[in-house]
């Protein structure tokens, strides 16, 4: 495992997640879109797309089963996430960003065997067609060539078992899988883009923003109820991919991405990039 | 315009369109998918889905309207077919090929901008969101490193219009664009593989299948109702991709794909490949 490898002579890259919120709205979309083009230098995009899969589940009459901010994927509810978010947001994204000159490439993590992922074990909790991928085996090479291509890959948050079957895979993680396995080559920087301004001290407060936490103030934080919810994995995913050699994790709210203005996740103070 | 350009050291590539009757019937999927990652040398897979579009039209309560064969697209049917296409047959068929060690890529048009497609006038028919591409735009540059890269593509029949739009359209049409183009590379075929023996003289007798025919036959075959109905525009995409280049086009069962036992258009007999 390399820890805090960051060689000043690899090429960057950022890796940036959208968050479903942003998605759902067009107007956020379009403007975090045109950000994200402008962004310089190598990036690829991951988005998620859950609430516009509730909608659609409704539509279709799928009950939503959630477990722990997770949804419950059986196989009627695999179509319904592989619809939505490998067909109707990747592409309309695809299509957006091809507009405005970026040249971007909409993938699945079964497209090129890029994100192989384990199916979950059914115990404790059964979530069906949900998988999580293993940074080891996503296919860097592939990306990679991509990228030098000047293709800028648009991941939407399904991936595969390599024995046939699609798998529902949490957004944050498909990103925190990506930027793992990609730091061997690049040094990579993480962005959780989201509708909020970052980690609040207050959640109902975005002038409460905590401007950097390293891993023992997380583990405070989340004593304190400070960092809760659905903001647990995705510290946990940033911390996991600071260990696998991520230069740096920034949690921030869509609108501020080229200001980069957000929580910087740090493994300690001493490794800080910044420092 | 290259007419009958079958130089003799391109590499040669396959293009097969498989039909959305068979993509709708698991087994025949599974068996030409099989068939499909056996059929030697460079090749791409192109799939339709009407069949299953309209199905989950009845269940989004979404109107199917077709005229000329042809569905009239509007924005909700935009997103049915974009799901439909793009998300689920799409991913699925990759996950499928991925399984039997086919290193296959799903695309739409949009993606890489590889199929760049002009908004059908709504004169005299309004189609909706329904594009033509045009073969001089296709990026064969990507989609050939692609496939030099020891990757499967496997295009969707969704395009867009550079503007934001994804455009729904005909997957033989598709198909015939992808040869057209690739033809300047590569000495092309193009398989169209659904669910008949090829163009039969007896719609009804799998024994009348026409092996070959020629330009001036099918204009007879079309006088004598012959080729009707959803075959004129198949046979029309045949005789524009071979005017545009592509060495040999054959219509047959997606169970021959590998016997190749089907009905070969050619462009007179005098140009004929085989002669």
């Not at 190598?42 to 009459?61: N, T, Y």
């Amino acid at each position: 495992m390399p820890i805090n490898n960051k060689i000043r002579d690899k090429e960057s890259l950022s890796i940036v997640k959208i968050g479903g919120n942003i998605v759902d709205h067009p107007e956020a979309l379009k403007s975090f879109l045109s950000d994200f083009h402008r962004l310089e230098g190598r990036k690829l995009l991951v988005h998620g797309g859950g609430v516009m899969a509730s909608k659609m589940a409704v539509r279709l009459g799928i009950e939503t089963r959630m477990v722990q901010g997770r949804r419950i994927t059986d196989a009627e509810t695999l179509k319904l996430v592989t619809m939505v978010y490998a067909g109707w947001i990747n592409k309309n994204m695809v299509a957006s960003l091809q507009k405005i000159g970026c040249n971007a490439l909409g993938l699945s993590g079964a497209d090129g065997n890029t994100i192989p992922a384990l199916r979950r074990s059914p115990v404790p909790v059964d979530y069906g067609f949900v998988g999580d991928p293993d940074p080891e085996k996503v296919n860097a090479e592939l990306i990679s060539k991509l990228i030098e291509g000047k293709i800028t890959p648009v991941f939407c948050a399904i991936t595969h078992d390599g024995k046939g079957s699609l798998l529902n895979t949490n957004a944050d993680t498909v990103a925190y899988s990506l930027a793992a396995a990609m730091s061997r080559k690049y040094d990579t920087t993480l962005y959780y883009c989201f509708e909020k301004e970052g980690v609040l001290k207050d959640v109902s407060d975005p002038e409460s923003l905590i401007p950097s936490i390293n891993r023992e103030e997380s583990e405070a934080y989340k004593l304190q109820g400070i960092i809760a919810g659905g903001m647990i994995p995705k510290i946990d995913n940033s911390f996991h991919a600071i260990e696998q050699g991520v230069s740096e994790v920034i949690i921030l709210h869509a609108k501020n991405l080229l200001s980069k203005k957000g929580t910087v996740l740090r493994e300690s103070n001493r490794t800080s990039k910044k420092e």
